[in-house]
Nanobody, 129 residues
Framework: EVSLVESGGGLVQAGGSLRLSCAAS????????IGWFRRVPGVEREGLAC????????YYRDSVKGRFTISSDNAKNTVYLQINNLKPEDTAVYYC??????????????????????WGQGTLVTVSS
């Protein structure tokens, strides 16, 4: 059974940084894409970034390019999301997601979260001004 466990959320001041972690387990075959979404109250989950396990290719939502960095440590089966220069509008629950379909621009389309197979429980990031 696939399990995704996020950690690293918390309260941070605007301008600060956080690194979120997603510990993944239970994958029986390669080829999964793993990435990050976030949910602001009252707004649908939006895709932020994803990484392809096959070749490590990374993809980002346009609005987070330059501030968010996704990376993976295959030895630890962990995917990270580094967020720099945090803003109050980054306050959200951040979720790790995994899917056997390729990572790419489809992750960032409206409603994309509905089609992804595996989810973590989420970690709350609160950015104070």
């Amino acid at each position: 059974e696939v399990s995704l466990v996020e950690s690293g959320g918390g309260l941070v001041q605007a301008g600060g940084s956080l690194r979120l972690s997603c510990a993944a387990s239970g994958f029986t075959s390669g080829g999964y894409a793993i990435g990050w979404f976030r949910r602001v109250p009252g707004v649908e989950r939006e895709g932020l970034a994803c990484v392809a396990s096959s070749d490590g290719s990374t993809y980002y939502r346009d609005s987070v390019k330059g501030r968010f960095t996704i990376s993976s440590d295959n030895a630890k089966n962990t995917v990270y999301l580094q967020i720099n220069n945090l803003k109050p509008e980054d306050t959200a629950v951040y979720y790790c997601a995994a899917d056997p379909n390729p990572c790419g621009g489809t992750w960032f389309q409206v409603g994309a979260y509905r089609y992804l197979e595996h989810w973590g429980q989420g970690t709350l990031v609160t950015v104070s001004s």
